[in-house]
């Protein structure tokens, strides 16, 4: 029977359950959760932070933490760098971008400090390259943050971390000097000038995408001739990236932007519109500057810059969600079949000579591989779209011969396996 002694217990219960201490202990969890794998490495900040303020009293330490913040703004102006961050090595380091990422979606202010902190260890570590690169000096870093950089999966991983940060918040700063840095350290070229007077370059095999209102969120009539513009004027960035044989590091281009969008459901529409057009576009462009109909793209990097893609998972990703545009499928396409033109036919894109030869043999045949493998999982994932393209592509550009859809055909949707590229 229910009594007055199981009312009583019931409201005990509900005390203790109270729906916002429930909330504020949730959060805390996730904090501690997130910082966890650089207990050591607050642990040095705290000691350092209690001895060089005699305020810290023993015990408290949020204090200890909050003690430290005055060295994240003195870092930021090159006086001073706690020698806490001479002892991060490579492992810590990793923690540190891991923490990071956990702490990306904390917003609340013990989670800003601790992001803050994590931050001026990376600042801390890039101010002490820099002068040392200056000086010709040894670092005394325990992490060697070149040779560090110089692992793609831990330079990747932190281009793509830092890219979200700069993107929003109150590190954006922070993330973009970095982002700059470790961009300047990979080409043998660290910056003595101080990060936050230099002008704001994004960096991304990935990093931030021009922000509005440079590209409009919808697509309409006041819209349209802006978008063509870019792509117009993509068309000769593209061109001159190719001509001088420089790498597509730089992200800032409106492609980047509108793939980024199609992750998010009410963006993804008008993205997808966009992009769309922007590339019909700028293929229109290139086939009037360069007069010819192929894809000028002499890398798959390039190939990959021109789609609007950090890499070959993305846009690996991106076909198996069947989120590809038309335009992105006709690039595929006309990338993969130009790898079967005559020798003479790709000089007009890698140009004549031994020097020519040997860009053709380094990078058709990983032009053919990864666009068949895309182009089979684009089938897979979404075979109408795929089959719609290449009956386009096949009436512009081999209406008689139907050349295009014979080999599409017998590649792509019949999985036989290309001849080795012969030249």
């Known amino acids: 029977m229910y009594t007055s002694r199981h009312r009583h217990a019931l409201a005990g219960g509900l005390k203790i359950l109270n729906p916002l201490q429930l909330y504020y202990a949730a959060g805390d969890r996730s904090l501690k959760k997130a910082v966890r794998d650089v207990e050591d490495l607050l642990k040095r900040i705290r000691e350092h932070a209690e001895a060089a303020h005699d305020d810290v009293t023993e015990g408290a330490e949020e204090a200890g933490l909050l003690a430290a913040m005055p060295e994240v703004a003195a870092l930021t102006e090159a006086q001073e760098v706690p020698p806490y961050v001479l002892t991060v090595n490579d492992r810590m380091l990793d923690d540190v971008r891991l923490t990071l990422k956990r702490l990306r979606r904390l917003n609340d202010a013990g989670a800003e400090r601790y992001k803050a902190l994590m931050f001026s260890v990376v600042q801390g570590i890039q101010i002490v390259t820099e002068a040392c690169l200056d000086t010709e000096g040894a670092s005394g870093l325990a992490v060697d943050i070149r040779s560090y950089l110089m692992d793609d999966s831990r330079y990747h991983a932190w281009k793509t971390l830092l890219g979200h940060y700069a993107r929003k918040g109150a590190h954006?700063?922070?993330?973009?000097?970095?982002?700059?840095?470790?961009?300047?350290?990979?080409?043998?070229?660290?910056?003595?000038?101080?990060v936050r007077d230099t002008p704001t370059v994004e960096e991304d095999s990935v990093s931030r995408a021009p922000r509005p209102p440079e590209i409009p969120e919808i697509l309409d009539e006041a819209t349209l001739p802006m978008i063509e513009k870019a792509a117009r004027?993509?068309?000769?960035?593209?061109?001159?990236?190719?001509?001088?044989?420089?790498?597509?590091?730089?992200?800032?281009?409106?492609?980047?932007?509108?793939?980024?969008?199609?992750?998010?459901?009410?963006?993804?529409?008008?993205?997808?519109?966009?992009?769309?057009?922007?590339?019909?576009?700028?293929?229109?462009?290139?086939?009037?500057?360069?007069?010819?109909?192929?894809?000028?793209?002499?890398?798959?990097?390039?190939?990959?810059?021109?789609?609007?893609?950090?890499?070959?998972?993305?846009?690996?990703?991106?076909?198996?969600?069947?989120?590809?545009?038309?335009?992105?499928?006709?690039?595929?396409?006309?990338?993969?079949?130009q790898t079967f033109a005559k020798l003479d036919s790709l000089g007009s894109?890698?140009?004549?000579?031994?020097?020519?030869?040997?860009?053709?043999?380094?990078?058709?045949?990983?032009?053919?591989?990864?666009?068949?493998?895309?182009?089979?999982?684009?089938?897979?994932?979404?075979?109408?779209?795929?089959?719609?393209?290449?009956?386009?592509?096949?009436?512009?550009?081999?209406?008689?011969?139907?050349?295009?859809?014979?080999?599409?055909?017998?590649?792509?949707?019949?999985?036989?396996?290309?001849?080795?590229?012969?030249?």
């Open 172 to 194: 954006q700063e922070a993330a973009e000097a970095f982002l700059r840095f470790m961009t300047a350290l990979r080409q043998g070229a660290a910056s003595s000038t101080p």
């Open 233 to 337: 004027q993509e068309a000769k960035n593209l061109l001159s990236l190719i001509q001088t044989d420089g790498s597509p590091s730089s992200v800032t281009a409106w492609q980047f932007e509108l793939v980024r969008r199609q992750s998010h459901p009410h963006l993804r529409e008008d993205a997808q519109r966009m992009l769309q057009i922007f590339l019909k576009q700028e293929r229109a462009e290139l086939q009037k500057i360069c007069e010819t109909k192929m894809i000028p793209c002499r890398t798959w990097d390039q190939i990959l810059y021109l789609l609007g893609a950090k890499d070959g998972s993305q846009l690996q990703e991106r076909v198996e969600e069947g989120r590809l545009t038309l335009e992105e499928i006709v690039v595929l396409e006309k990338a993969f079949l």
């Open 349 to 423: 894109i890698y140009g004549h000579g031994e020097g020519a030869r040997v860009m053709l043999e380094l990078h058709t045949p990983q032009i053919r591989s990864e666009t068949l493998v895309l182009l089979r999982r684009c089938y897979h994932s979404e075979h109408a779209r795929l089959d719609r393209t290449t009956e386009t592509l096949d009436s512009e550009e081999t209406p008689q011969r139907h050349e295009v859809a014979r080999l599409i055909q017998h590649y792509v949707i019949q999985r036989h396996d290309p001849p080795h590229v012969d030249l």
